[in-house]
């Protein structure tokens, strides 16, 4: 059973900084890739960026391409997002999303609340 749990959210200025962390049960972290996505008010989950199984792989969207950097501890079994030159158009609830046996987004975290202020 893979439990996902995010952390770090919060309210922030715009042009600053958060770090998201998902902390990971049950998963194998070289097997199966894990993702970020996000949900603004009213607006559809959107993928933010993910970072493949063996690690050698990342990709973003557009919209956050050179500001966010998804990174891993396998040690820790915790996954990051680093977002950096944050928006007010980034506040949204960022979910932690992990990969399952069919390599389809499978699980997910509980999800945590990020505001930018302008």
């Known amino acids: 059973q893979v439990q996902l749990v995010e952390s770090g959210g919060g309210l922030v200025q715009a042009g600053g900084s958060l770090r998201l962390s998902c902390a990971a049960s049950g998963r194998i972290f070289s097997e199966y890739g894990m993702g970020w996505f996000r949900q603004a008010p009213g607006k559809e989950r959107e993928f933010v960026g993910d970072?493949?199984?063996?690690?050698?792989?990342?990709s973003y969207a557009d919209s956050v391409k050179g500001r966010f950097t998804v990174s891993r501890d396998i040690i820790k079994n915790a996954v990051y997002l680093q977002m950096n030159s944050l928006k007010p158009e980034d506040t949204a609830v960022y979910y932690c999303a992990a990969e399952g046996a069919n390599y389809q987004w499978t699980y997910w975290g509980q999800g945590t609340q990020v505001t930018v202020s302008s």
């Open positions: 970072m493949s199984g063996s690690g050698t792989r990342t």
